[in-house]
Structure formats: structure tokens, C-alpha cells
């Protein structure tokens, strides 16, 4: 199971986070991109303001304490126990779990959430759910599991991108690549609907920046754009 491999590799970073940097802690070789990146999914969820954000997959918690200004209360889940304890010296609250596991009806998770308002509550997955066993199933079973929640936000490196099978890392071979197109009809079919479709695009360790797609439109200019984007991110919100 990759989601094994994974919770060692990032056991192993763990015990190096003194010597290295937050970003290459968290898996990250471009600290250009992972910036642009951590910059998008901050003003996205400062536009938001959820009541409630669910840091899925959140590491040392470097992420969620920067998006912690921007939403009521915040909750991180993570496999690896060593980052799990970062995360906590941080202040950041962490159920240390896989996100399977963390589903259950009995689980912290839902102790934790469970008289929470979630129609204004987001599931975060910043560039974490490649290291989940089946990406898919676990969005639609969060979906399925709170039928009521407000946002989805998703950032995921980009299977299509030149540049992604041109500069690749031994590790890459076990990431679980989101497939977007399955993933939107499925959970259109739960009455969510995309909000924003935001290519990440440049040359690495030179520059990156953000495109939001305008939905719908330019589709032959979007596939030439898929090709050269490293990675997306997608904010999907419950229709009402």
C-alpha cells in the first residue's frame, strides 16, 4: 500500500525537520512552487472564512497554522506520528489517523466535528491526497459521510504536466494521481459544483504562478494549458 510508504517517508523527514526546511519536511523539492502554492490556498480560504477546516494529510502543520488567522477552528489529520508531534508543538489540534480510519463513526474525527455547523466547514487536501490509497474514494466518502459540507479545496501535482515527467523524484512512482474528471462528475452528483479551477504553472526552481480558469471556456486553450501546468487546485462547494 503506498499510503505505508508514504507514512514512513514522511516518519523519516521528521527526524531531519531541524535540518531542513518546512517545505522539503513536507515533501516539496520546489520551494518556488510550494510557496505560490501555499499563497493560492491562503487567499482561497480567506475569501471563505469557514467556520471549520479540516487539514487532511497536514504534516509538520505548517500549513494549517498559516490558514489558522482565516477560519473559526481548525483540526489537522495525519498519518506519521513524528509529524503529528510537530504539528501539536506548533498548536495546531491533530488526530494522528489515516483518513480511512479517521472516517469511522466512532473515530476522533467525528468527535471532534460531529455538532459542527458544515455548511460553511472545508476538507483541505493540500497536496496530500496523492499520498492516499485511492484519492477518489476518499473525497466521495467524505462526501458521503457529511453529506452537508460546505467546501472541498484540492491541490494535487497534475499527471498530465511535461515538465512533472521531465523532473521526477524516486518517490513519485507511488503517488495516487487524482483523476479531476471523475472526480467532478461523481461529486456533481452530490450537488457540489466547481467554484475554481486554478492551473499552477512555470519552470521549476525558476518561477511559478496561478491561473484561474474560467469554467467552461477556451477548451481547446485548456488542454495545452493541462499539459504544461505542474499542478491543480480545485475548490469544489455544496449547491444549496
Known amino acids: 500500500m503506498s499510503q505505508q510508504f508514504w507514512s514512513d ?10 535540518r531542513i526546511s518546512s517545505f522539503s519536511l513536507n515533501g ?8 505560490n502554492i501555499r499563497s493560492t490556498i491562503a487567499k482561497l480560504v480567506k475569501c471563505i472564512h469557514p467556520s471549520y477546516l479540516v487539514d487532511c494529510g497536514c504534516g509538520d502543520g505548517s500549513v494549517a497554522l498559516m490558514l489558522s488567522n482565516y477560519c473559526e477552528e481548525l483540526l489537522g489529520i495525519e498519518i506519521s506520528p513524528a509529524m503529528s508531534r510537530l504539528a501539536s508543538k506548533r498548536g495546531v489540534k491533530v488526530v494522528n489517523d489515516t483518513i480511512h480510519s479517521a472516517l469511522d463513526e466512532s473515530s476522533s474525527l467525528n468527535k471532534y466535528i460531529i455538532d459542527k455547523p458544515r455548511r460553511n466547514m472545508l476538507f483541505l487536501f493540500c497536496e496530500s491526497l496523492v499520498c492516499m490509497d485511492n484519492p477518489n474514494k476518499v473525497i466521495n466518502k467524505i462526501a458521503e459521510t457529511f453529506p452537508d459540507l460546505g467546501y472541498f479545496l484540492i491541490s494535487s501535482p497534475n499527471k498530465n504536466s511535461v515538465f512533472r515527467q521531465i523532473f521526477t523524484a524516486p518517490a513519485t512512482s507511488k503517488l495516487n494521481y487524482v483523476d479531476f474528471d471523475s472526480l467532478e462528475r461523481s461529486l456533481r452528483a452530490k450537488s457540489y459544483g466547481i467554484t475554481k479551477y486554478i ?4 519552470i521549476p526552481f525558476l518561477f511559478s504562478i496561478s491561473i484561474e480558469w474560467p469554467i467552461g471556456k477556451f477548451k481547446k486553450l485548456e488542454l495545452a494549458i493541462n499539459r504544461i501546468s505542474n499542478n491543480i487546485i480545485l475548490l469544489l462547494s455544496l449547491e444549496y
Open 199 to 202: 492551473y499552477v504553472l512555470g
Open 9 to 18: 517517508f514522511f516518519e523519516k523527514k521528521a527526524i531531519s525537520s531541524d
Open 28 to 35: 516539496f523539492i520546489d520551494n518556488r512552487q510550494a510557496k
